[in-house]
């Protein structure tokens, strides 16, 4: 606990990254758990002025440096395991019906049950598909975008028209931006995998 709120502690006031690398604001408060079995709760206020508090499990720690999960994927991972516990107690029902050890009316009961959590949880992992494909287009589109930047540059310093220690500065700010956007589009890409063999729907589909 101690060490925890030290960290927190260091970043009052701090720059702090998301988990991709890009800035996502400055920690301006962070209120200290009331009891042992409470989290921090940490106050962020972001780029454009928005102020968001987060709990403590949505930053991981790197050093002295602090990084932000996203509330999408934090809300995503919990959608994830409500799914696989109702999907793992309607198999688990279908096990105990086909060996008797439960009664037709007990099953059909329960089984209206689960199956309605599961529907209600895969309707939601639906949703999210459907917005990280849609992002993947924007990542997508960046990386073009992007790729002009790289290749107009490159002429310019082939014609001599930029110089060197301004184009070096420039290439070296466009690679470090790709490289954010390709951790972005592979751990989205990732997602999406796991989500298919989790449900068994392609990530194409």
């Not at 105990?96 to 959590?117: A, F, H, T």
Request: glycine share 4%; proline share 2%; net charge negative.
């Amino acid at each position: 606990m101690a060490r925890i709120s030290e960290l927190f502690r260091r970043i009052i006031n701090k720059p702090i990254q998301d988990i991709y690398g890009r800035h996502a604001g400055h920690v301006i408060c962070v209120h200290p758990p009331v009891h042992e079995e409470d989290k921090h709760k940490v106050a962020v206020e972001h780029g454009d002025g928005i102020v968001k508090h987060y709990r403590e499990e949505h930053f991981h720690f790197e050093g002295d440096t602090a990084f932000l999960h996203p509330l999408w994927r934090i809300e995503l991972e919990r959608v994830l395991r409500e799914f696989k516990r109702y999907r793992d107690r309607i198999m688990a029902l279908d096990q105990l019906i086909q060996s008797g050890e439960i009664s037709q009316r007990v099953y059909d009961e329960l089984l209206r049950e689960y199956k309605s959590k599961h529907d209600e949880y895969a309707s939601k992992i639906r949703e999210f598909e459907i917005a990280l494909r849609s992002r993947l287009e924007e990542l997508d589109e960046n990386l073009r975008t992007l790729e002009l930047y790289v290749a107009d540059l490159e002429v310019r310093k082939v014609t001599g028209k930029i110089p060197e220690e301004a184009y070096a500065v420039l290439i070296d700010n466009l690679n470090r931006t790709r490289a954010r956007v390709e951790s972005e589009k592979k751990d989205i890409e990732e997602l999406l995998k796991f989500i298919a063999s989790l449900t068994g729907v392609t990530a194409e589909s």
